[in-house]
């Protein structure tokens, strides 16, 4: 399974900005798709995750309510919606898929076993 991630930039406090993650091979279908990032010096944070079938959505505590996981079934495609950004979201953000992830592991980036390249994001005014 290979994953891309895009839609990475520049914002401004206060900025929405969208990531995408799609695969090429097959579908997500089965799968849990997480967002992960890491910022400079730290290391790397669990985001939110999607259960691909039934569309369960699971977030970072500290992000729920600015952050929004969905799907496109007819684009096989994950996005992360990133509302009234901060500069400590600052960050290299990756998405990940694996199967039979127990929702205790649901958070670990040891429990995924696809990774796609990571999109930055930059957060400053």
């Known amino acids: 399974v290979q994953l891309q991630a895009s839609g990475g930039g520049s914002a401004q406090p206060g900025d929405s900005l969208g990531l995408s993650c799609t695969t090429s091979g097959r579908t997500f279908r089965g799968y849990t798709v997480g967002w992960f990032r890491q910022a400079p010096g730290k290391e790397r944070e669990f985001v939110a995750a999607?259960?691909?079938?039934?569309?369960?959505?699971y977030y970072a505590d500290s992000l729920r309510g600015r952050f929004t996981i969905s799907k496109d079934n007819a684009e096989n495609t994950v996005h992360l919606r990133m509302n009234n950004l901060k500069s400590e979201d600052t960050a290299a953000y990756s998405c990940?898929?694996?199967?039979?992830?127990?929702?205790?592991?649901?958070?670990?980036?040891?429990?995924?076993?696809?990774w796609g390249q990571g999109t930055l994001v930059t957060v400053s005014s």
């Open positions: 999607l259960k691909w079938n039934g569309g369960h959505t």
């Open positions: 990940a898929a694996g199967g039979r992830i127990i929702l205790s592991s649901i958070r670990l980036p040891r429990a995924y076993d696809y």
